[in-house]
């Protein structure tokens, strides 16, 4: 199995990754068949892939082995935050037929942690997703990882997630309050709902300290308004 070496960009602060283990622990607490977590957005400025990217590491760094699947086969930005080869064989070869699932996944330079990247962007993207053969490489990695974590795209602009989330486990949306309204979370939160029941909250992103979430008003599971750094998409 090849090795990607990952150059992460930006270092979370300690405060930033007790963060991600708070929220990483109340995801264990949702039962031990959550497994498969996909995790979407509104918008394209989220600070979705982000979030989604630095929870897989939490788990991985807890002794979890994980396996991070980027799908966003549209706009993926994440080869080059993490400056790896744009080039590699990925999700939509094996959607497409050219690749079996063993080679598409690649160990990372971060302990425990692995990656399906997109591969090639094709012309078809949901298409791809609501094939039977997605069904069967998630049944397959759920057996194989303790947790896969699936960075999906915004739904509020693609129904991609939707179709994602109807092989997952449980879903999370992450949503910043300096982009979207609450009326626009409101309605993809329902999206997630009518595709996978098992909603398990929300992740308030970019959220100043400070700052009043009255607007929102979310009791979900993750609704807890971190306010303590900005992450970006």
């Known amino acids: 199995m090849q090795e990607l070496t990952l150059h992460e960009k930006t270092i979370l602060s300690p405060v930033m990754k007790d963060v991600y283990r708070r929220i990483r622990t109340n995801i264990e607490f949702t039962g031990i068949d959550n497994k498969v977590i996909c995790l979407t957005s509104c918008a394209a400025n989220d600070g979705k892939t982000s979030v989604s990217f630095n929870l897989a590491k939490s788990f991985a760094e807890n002794g979890n082995r994980v396996l991070f699947i980027d799908t966003d086969m549209r706009n993926s930005t994440l080869s080059s935050r993490l400056e790896f080869p744009k080039n590699l064989c990925g999700l939509s070869h094996y959607l497409a037929g050219k690749n079996v699932g063993s080679e598409i996944i690649y160990a990372t330079s971060i302990k425990n942690l692995y990656l399906i990247p997109t591969g090639r962007f094709p012309k078809n993207p949901t298409e791809l997703l609501a094939k039977e ?5 998630i049944r397959g990695m759920k057996q194989t990882f303790d947790y896969v974590i699936i960075d999906t795209p915004p739904l509020g602009m693609v129904v991609d997630a939707a179709v994602i989330a109807k092989s997952a486990d449980a879903s999370v949306l992450v949503i910043s309050p300096d982009v979207v309204s609450r009326k626009s979370a409101q309605i993809v939160k329902e999206q997630l709902e009518n ?39």
């Open 195 to 233: 595709a996978n029941q098992n909603f398990l909250g929300v992740i308030m992103n970019k959220l100043d300290a400070g700052s009043k979430r009255k607007k929102y008003g979310y009791g979900y599971g993750y609704g807890y308004g971190y306010g303590y750094g900005r992450e970006e998409e």
């Open 133 to 137: 053969s997605f069904e069967t490489l």
